[in-house]
């Protein structure tokens, strides 16, 4: 019996750039690499077909999307896509919600993260009890900043839990209607 295990994701901490080492669209002596052929025009079919097939087998091609979306970078073929292809991951990048790079951002990795993953650390290093100082590390803030957070938190954790509360719970009964009796005291 084979077991395959899936290795976690490979987030790039602020500032690497280390990972285009890996990449299989930089040019070696044993590699040689046209970078042309990642900045097709739109009808040159065989190129983009071409730099899709070798963003294909590269080991670092998500970190090279996330790089791309990150950095507004808009021209080329990054991560396997084209820039047509990329646009609607650029207008909802803020809104990108991966948690694997949550989780590696709460055990301490320094990972870009959009506002939605940003307020995910936040009510995840809330849920494991992290201080305010560990989340101001984290996060790369003021303690008062996550200080504040924490608070939002707390108040937005302790409103869904109210609502949550009178949603599920019956409105109290009267002894008329526990009676079975109408509001007139007779039978209902």
Request: glycine share 6%; net charge negative.
């Amino acid at each position: 019996m084979t077991t395959t295990t899936i290795s976690p994701a490979h987030h790039r901490s602020l500032g690497d750039h280390t990972w285009q080492d890996q990449a299989v669209c930089q040019s070696t002596e044993y590699n040689p690499v046209d970078p042309e052929i990642f900045f097709p025009e739109p009808d040159e079919t065989a190129k983009i077909t071409a730099a899709k097939s070798l963003c294909g087998q590269c080991p670092v091609r998500r970190t090279c999307l996330d790089a791309a979306l990150e950095g507004g970078d808009t021209h080329g073929i990054r991560g396997g896509m084209t820039e047509e292809e990329r646009e609607p991951l650029h207008e909802n990048l803020a809104n990108r919600l991966d948690y694997s790079r949550v989780n590696a951002t709460v055990a301490g990795r320094d990972v870009h993260l959009t506002k939605a993953e940003r307020r995910a650390v936040v009510h995840a290093a809330y849920r494991h009890g992290l201080t305010q100082q560990r989340l101001a590390w984290l996060l790369k803030i003021t303690e008062e900043h996550a200080q504040k957070l924490y608070r939002e938190t707390r108040r937005a954790l302790r409103n869904r839990d109210l609502e949550q509360t009178t949603k599920t719970t019956p409105p109290p009964e009267t002894d008329g209607q526990r009676l079975g009796r109408d509001d007139f005291g007779t039978a209902a």
